[in-house]
């Protein structure tokens, strides 16, 4: 079945049409969320398991209004454990209690990554978990895309009542000519 967005779309009242394209936004937001988070998962993937390339990272600074679910986003120079790979700023999402000055651990993909990951495998949870949010919302809002798409029409009218039997060509006829016969 081909998909024609067309059809449908004649005698849409304004209400409907605000559904459709309130559901076009939503959709057009949680695929643009999905595409970013595959791409931050793709460079953590890549730092813990393609090239990992182990290391610390000193905290310079921190984003003061980064803070959530226990974490926040810090800044600083990252080292590798053999020291060969130095990257002088990267930012690194880390406890609330680790401020500037500290230094943790963390793993990177390679010389030009842009973040630093933690070694925690709770952190690998957490980015399968952000993936089945962000596929479950873009997953609704589809549904409720095409809902609103194909909703709002005209309607199709059904015919309610008993229907008969489509007789055999011209047995209608003989059935009238019967009766006339009777009543005669």
Known sequence: MRWRPWVGTTNRSVRAWCGVLVTAALLLVAAWWNVWEVRRTWDYVGAALVTPTPGSVRIVSCDAGSESKGNRTCYGPFTSDDGTVRIDSISLRVP?????????????????????????????????G???????????????????????????????????????????????????????
């Open 130 to 184: 952000v993936h089945v949010v962000a596929g479950t919302a873009g997953l609704f809002a589809w549904a409720f895309f095409t809902y609103a798409r194909t909703s709002g029409g005209p309607g199709r009218r059904t015919v309610r009542g008993v229907r008969t039997a489509r007789l055999p060509h011209n047995r209608h006829r003989d059935r009238r000519r019967r009766k006339r016969a009777r009543r005669r």
């Open 96 to 128: 609330v209690e680790a401020g500037p000055g500290s230094t943790g651990p963390a793993v990177v993909s390679g010389t030009g990554a842009g973040g630093a990951w933690s070694t925690d495998w709770g952190f690998a949870v957490g980015r399968l």
